[in-house]
């Protein structure tokens, strides 16, 4: 309680901790001739390994509430610069921008419930996965789920995996519109 005697209410200290997660990964610097895709995707790694370092962080964050700290507005004003010479009104270059910063976060935020789990059960996702392997071999033994039988058997489902993967289609989606 000797806590509250130093801020002004409880959500107060998870701004300030959020604030400073975000000040140790700041935005990349630019480099000359980067494009805004090679800028996007820089911006979007360094958030990626945010909350990789902290995995309570994405759950915290709140598109519709946000925290308004100065270090995270940092990676939006980045993606807002690395779009500014595109021809995006600036409410497509919001839109993309927070669109992007929403992606990560929402791919990050099953960081934390995985972290809890393996700690108190001491058995990784892979390690479950692979004790679920008679069970998913029964599951789709009867043919009730033919497409997902043929895309599982070479499917990389890493959470790496599905960052890259999705990170490449938003950013591919958002080629076209930024002409």
């Known amino acids: 309680m000797s806590l509250y005697r130093h801020v002004r209410n409880k959500e107060e200290p998870v701004v300030l901790m959020a604030d400073a997660a ?7 610097r630019a480099v000359p001739g980067d494009g805004w895709r090679a800028r996007l995707e820089a911006s979007a790694r360094a958030q990626w390994r945010l909350y990789g370092a902290h995995p309570w962080l994405a759950a915290a964050m709140n598109l519709n509430r946000p925290l308004l700290v100065p270090n995270g507005m940092r990676h939006i004003e ?25 992606y990560v976060r929402g791919q990050a935020v099953d960081r934390e419930p995985e972290a809890v789990a393996e700690r108190s059960s001491g058995v990784s996702g892979e390690q ?41 289609a938003l950013l591919d989606g958002l080629a076209p519109r930024a002409r």
Do not use: K, V, Y
């Open 22 to 28: 975000f000040a140790g990964f700041p935005p990349p």
């Open 78 to 102: 980045w993606a807002l610069t690395a779009l500014e010479d595109l021809d995006l009104d600036a409410n497509a270059r919001m839109h993309a921008a927070i669109s992007l910063f929403a």
């Open 128 to 168: 479950w996965m692979e004790a679920q392997q008679a069970r998913m071999t029964t599951l789709l033994g009867n043919g009730t789920f033919p497409a997902f039988t043929a895309a599982r058997a070479d499917a990389d489902l890493s959470p790496e995996s599905l960052f890259r993967f999705g990170l490449t």
